[in-house]
């Protein structure tokens, strides 16, 4: 069993910045993957980053170059700095980590940027 609790979200304005925050906790296992998905009202959910446990990371293209992934071994904790916000960055972030396989995800928190 693997719980993760996000924290972070909030409401700024466009050109702004927020950093989430994900914590596991659990059967999490030295070798995963974790990162964020983000679904905005009426989208289907889509990935925005991932780290592996080794620091290997990837990016949607939107993200890329705004956004910046890292990852806290010893505490298991991954953290989403996110820059020069965007009104289309609006969306739930869900954080989730890939064990073995398994997905496992967080309860999610908003993130909204007003224009």
């Known amino acids: 069993q693997v719980q993760l609790v996000e924290s972070g979200g909030g409401l700024v304005q466009t050109g702004g910045s927020l950093r989430l925050s994900c914590a596991a906790s659990?059967?999490?296992?030295?070798?995963?993957?974790m990162g964020w998905y983000r679904q905005a009202p009426g989208k289907q959910r889509e990935l925005v980053a991932g780290?592996?446990?080794?620091?290997?990371?990837n990016y949607a293209g939107s993200a890329k170059g705004r956004f910046t992934i890292c990852r806290d071994n010893a505490n298991n904790t991954i953290y989403l700095q996110m820059n020069s916000l965007k009104p289309e960055d609006t969306a739930v972030y869900y954080c989730?980590?890939?064990?073995?396989?398994?997905?496992?995800w967080g309860q999610g928190t908003q993130v909204t940027v007003s224009s």
């Open positions: 989730y980590i890939n064990r073995y396989g398994l997905l496992y």
């Open positions: 659990g059967s999490t296992s030295v070798i995963n993957v």
């Open positions: 780290i592996s446990s080794g620091g290997s990371t």
